[in-house]
């Protein structure tokens, strides 16, 4: 070869390889000095088959993505979406998400490859097939049944994408196009609230959404019925049109919660949560034998209920050991864990205590010694205490959250 830039060349490249007629070809490096040659070659790659070769055949580098997958040709290209069609008819598979249309972009064809990718699918198809994209151009909103951005592989369930799925709501509306708040994991450790919040935002802003789960993880999720139970429900009242105008936009708010329960007639009943201010506390150094620990007022503005907490651990070091809150100076409950800096426990009234990372993945569960207090309506003292560990200790955060009084929802599509 009279040069070696092209296949020393790292952009798109992460597999090196190399076409000789149909035989796939891998390589290290380039030599580096002349005679410019590929080194520590192996043939027949990817079950390809080893062959002979003439002198001046032409050798062409394979574009790669950092997946391990090589992006086609024009010609190629047309030939798997047609061939995608035909696997759709042949099994009668109905839904298809063209996530990751914009590798079409690696034929050089700009633009136009992205919309015949889609045109040649679609045209080929002999039934009806729901399609999305993560990456919309305007032709393809011809055949484009929804747009449904936002992923859920970067955070946790309320953490991933969160601001660019919202924001993405008032695009489509602008274009007439449904409304889509993206993918979520179901996952082992997916929790009812976690969902709920979900649904909350789906039915504020009237916008559908995807679950991505596994036999695996339903099986091993406690609550995978209760989960399923208030997606079945929240989608009914959804549909049917059932929440008010100020339910909704209420819903739409991300730091807001709520909770639907079923009732006899049919209908519903919505709660909301209420979080309240933030109490702090710090490591503070005292004389022997004197408390350590910091007294709170919180007074619950709803009926009597199982205390709910959040706790948080914000910084970069260190960590605290067993929170303890006792009640009113009788009640006490006690968690034996430890939340370290960044990480979040949250505590919802069920005797089960959970960790997240700063990304909101949940990290592990414990279970709390006790039955969880209950907190009467109005004011209460709240004594807290823990274990500071590390240099410098980091400080804890808490808010509390109550249930307020249920909302009757009515299901309109039963008159």
Known sequence: MASPEYFANEKANWMHTVVIDTELIRYRAVSAAEPWKLLDCKRGA????????????????????????FFPNLDLQREIARNMAARFNETGLGQMDFDGHEGCLASGQGSYAINLFAKDFYDNLTGTVLNGT?????????????CNWGEPWYGGFRDSMQEYRINNQAFLERNYLPKMLGWYLLKRTTSLSDVEWMLARSAGMDAGFALQSSPDDLRKNPDTGTLLDAIREWEEARRSGAFSDGQC???????????????????????????????????????????????WEFVNPDDSQTLQFKLRVPGDSGSILNPTFEIDKSATLAVEVEVKAGQTLLCEGDGTARVYDAKGNQVKSVKVAAEPPKLGSGR???????????????????????????EPVKNKAQG
């Open 46 to 69: 990817f079950s390809t088959k080893a062959a002979a070769h003439r002198r001046g055949d032409a050798v062409g580098k394979l574009l790669d993505h950092p997946y391990k997958v």
């Open 134 to 146: 993560s990456n919309s151009a305007h032709f393809y909103w011809h055949i484009n049944s929804y």
């Open 249 to 295: 936009e209420r819903m739409k708010n991300p730091k807001s919660e709520f909770h639907l329960e079923k009732v006899a007639d049919g209908g519903w009943n919505l709660y909301p949560f209420h979080d309240s201010d933030e109490f702090t506390h710090e490591q503070i150094q005292r004389q022997p034998g004197e408390p350590t620990g910091a007294q």
């Open 380 to 406: 209460h003292e709240i004594g807290f205490d823990c274990e500071f560990q590390g240099e410098p200790a980091p400080k804890v955060v808490v808010n509390f959250k109550t249930m307020g009084k249920p």
